[in-house]
């Protein structure tokens, strides 16, 4: 069998603090990951960069294994024994020449991606609470890169949908977009890192010059501001007072509630654009579920959109963007 060795920090796991997520992740699942990845680290030896990842990988997802485990210290080393065996068999059961075990293993943790997804805020402190003891093995997100077989690229789309909307799928991104009104135009700029942003762009904004850059975005970025909601995730907000009725500033509202509060706004080449939201994953699940999406400019109203209206445009963008999540 493949020999499995990492270097562990015990001192350090067993300071890990319990995570704030609901359900912690399975033991047997977290240990299987961090073997495959620790054998993975074994077959690239030679690569001193390649393994420095493995090892950040499998270290993670050992740390995460422990953390609230309702295993026994017996039971938790009899179940990564029995996870170890069967994967070191597997990968040596495939040819020694060539890249069959390296493939076999990739394969293997496409799983992990999946995993790690599900549970991406644990992995992502875990990581973080790793590097506090081992920076250099930690550095540039070792423990966050893609650990299966890459996906296959996304489709190129140009699709038509409902209600004026069309829908463009090109590399990482995934954008819809809708006219507002004369000179007006929306776009949800989305990517598969679930970092994009949403857009206002045309004459009708208000310009935002170079030189008053700063006194104008603070006019659009009144009555509204970062907050939490009830599960401590981030979520834009009122400010203390303000109604939808009043508001003074520019963000879009879903439902009536700020969804994406003004970021950054520029007027150049006579263009002028907005960028709206901190970060898609912030209020992609409040837009997808709603029903009525508002739009306001300096407190005036500048469209109502009725997002049933746009058919089966909510579901092609979380298609798209579940294609390649990783980037």
């Known amino acids: 069998m493949l020999r499995y060795a990492l270097p562990i920090f015990p001192a350090l796991l067993l300071a890990v603090p319990a995570a704030a997520e609901e359900t912690p992740v399975a033991y047997d699942d977290a240990a299987r990951c961090g073997v495959l990845n620790s054998l993975m680290g074994v077959l690239v030896e030679g690569d001193a960069e390649a393994v420095r990842t493995r090892e950040a990988m499998a270290l993670t997802w050992f740390a995460l294994a422990s953390d609230r485990s309702a295993l026994s210290d017996a039971e938790q080393t009899a179940a990564f024994d029995t996870v170890h065996k069967e994967e070191g068999e597997a990968v040596v059961a495939q040819p020694a020449e060539g890249s069959a075990r390296a493939d076999h293993l990739i394969g293997r943790m496409t799983a992990c991606d999946k995993l790690r997804r599900a549970h991406l805020d644990a992995y992502r402190d875990m990581a973080e609470l790793l590097a506090l003891a081992a920076p250099e093995k930690f550095a540039d997100g070792a423990a966050l890169e893609r650990q299966g077989s890459e996906p296959p690229p996304i489709p190129r789309k140009d699709l038509s949908f409902g209600d ?56 659009h970025e009144k009555g509204a501001s970062a907050g939490e909601d009830a599960e401590g995730n981030p979520r834009d907000r009122f400010d203390p007072g303000v109604t939808y009725a009043n508001f003074p500033g520019t963000a879009i509202f879903v439902d009536g509630a700020v969804a994406a509060r003004f970021i950054y706004g520029a007027t150049e080449e006579g263009a002028t654009d907005y960028k709206l939201g901190a970060l898609q994953e912030y209020y992609w699940p409040t837009l997808k579920a709603g029903r009525t999406m508002q739009v306001k400019v300096l407190g005036k109203e500048m469209g109502v959109v009725q997002l049933a209206a746009a058919g089966g445009l909510w579901a092609e963008m979380q298609t798209c963007i579940d294609q390649y999540p990783d980037g």
Do not use: H, M, V, Y
């Open 164 to 219: 004026g909307w069309t829908f463009q799928s090109r590399g990482n991104s995934c954008i819809a977009t809708r006219p507002l009104a004369k000179d007006l135009t929306l776009a949800l700029r989305f990517t598969n890192f679930n970092d994009g942003n949403i857009w206002l762009s045309g004459k009708a904004l208000p310009r935002i010059d170079e030189g008053k850059s700063e006194a104008l975005s603070a006019q």
